[in-house]
């Protein structure tokens, strides 16, 4: 007989002669319901099938239990996290920081574009700030014309969307944007 098994390292999951309930309520192999019955009913069904009698939900009243191949849950459930932890690491992009002077030649300028482009490509967000030095707070105007001049150079390569209004904080411009989804 087999007894506990681990499946991660938070969870353990009763097999066949570990599970004694007085009751449970009893899964086939192909999802039917096969009723309530005592443990020991539920064991010899499995036996007689030749797999193993699985805990589902211990919390359930009464407890669910499924007849299936241990091996085959086992895997399905490992599918199932991974494929899990796939579309969390998918849904959380990354939030990227691209720094601009004010005085930036037209080449350099390009090659940022082409920086936050490939951000956005990759499904991350990009934070663009245009920093201000010296007297150039005097001209903050300036600094609204180059955002608008940065957003539209991406703007026509790749469909965005502006989260938010530029904002300035200290001697900073900045304005987030993320590719249309």
Known sequence: MKGYITISKTTRTKLNGDIRYPSVRVIGANG????????????????????????????????????????????QKMKEEAKNRKKAREK??????????????????????????????????VKIMVIFRGREMAHKE?????????INKISETSEIAVEGKPQFAGRNLSVSIRKKS
């Open 32 to 75: 039917e319901q096969l009723g309530i019955m005592s443990s020991k009913d539920a064991q010899k069904i499995a036996q007689d099938q030749g797999v193993d009698l699985v805990e589902i939900a211990a919390n359930a009243d009464p407890p669910v239990v499924k007849v299936i191949d241990w091996g085959k849950y086992q895997y």
């Open 92 to 125: 959380q992009s990354e939030l990227k920081t691209m720094k601009i002077g004010l005085k930036i030649s037209e080449n350099d300028l390009n090659i940022k574009v082409r920086k936050i482009n490939s951000f956005l490509e990759d499904g991350d967000r």
């Open 142 to 150: 300036l600094g609204q014309e180059m955002v608008d001049k940065i």
